[in-house]
């Protein structure tokens, strides 16, 4: 067991750092591919503090490293692919915003759902496992996103 990590890609070095890090502030888009669970959906930077998704406009002190350097260098207007973590999209019954159930894994305490947007795209949502709900449901979210994450569209 370690305090640090590294992850390397192809021979190097890509980030060095605690696993809060890497999982949090992932200085690629390999290692957010690599570290933990999460999806890639497509934004719009608008500012230095915001980028817009499907889901709302994120704003944030910590807006979005885009393969190392500001988002707003991108210039606005840019299109970006925006990581969600689980834990980024919360269950809220009372979200205006809704997302179809089409996968469940059950994990004791809480449930890891895949929802479908209305896109078609999908999220990842972890929910407390007394929130039992069945596929084909459609569930209330919103967005609990504390630092952004983006990379330039490829």
């Known amino acids: 067991m370690a305090d640090r990590i590294g992850v390397m890609h192809q021979g190097r070095l890509v980030q060095w750092g605690s696993a809060y890090d890497l999982y949090h502030r992932p200085a690629s888009r390999f290692v957010a591919d690599f570290i933990g669970q999460g999806v890639f959906l497509p934004g719009q930077v608008l500012s230095e503090r915001e980028v817009a998704v499907e889901l709302g406009t994120l704003r944030g002190v910590d807006l979005a490293q885009c393969d190392g350097a500001s988002c707003l260098a991108l210039g606005r207007g840019a299109a970006v692919d925006v990581l969600f973590r689980p834990d980024d999209i919360v269950h809220d019954d009372e979200s205006p915003v809704r997302a179809e159930v089409v996968r469940r894994a059950f994990r004791g305490a809480e449930f890891l759902y895949t929802l479908k947007l209305d896109s078609g795209r999908q999220v990842l949502?972890?929910?407390?496992?007394?929130?039992?709900?069945?596929?084909?449901?459609?569930?209330?979210?919103?967005?609990?996103?504390?630092?952004?994450?983006?990379?330039?569209?490829?």
């Open 125 to 154: 949502c972890l929910v407390p496992s007394h929130h039992n709900h069945a596929l084909g449901e459609r569930i209330g979210i919103r967005l609990a996103v504390d630092h952004v994450i983006a990379f330039a569209r490829a």
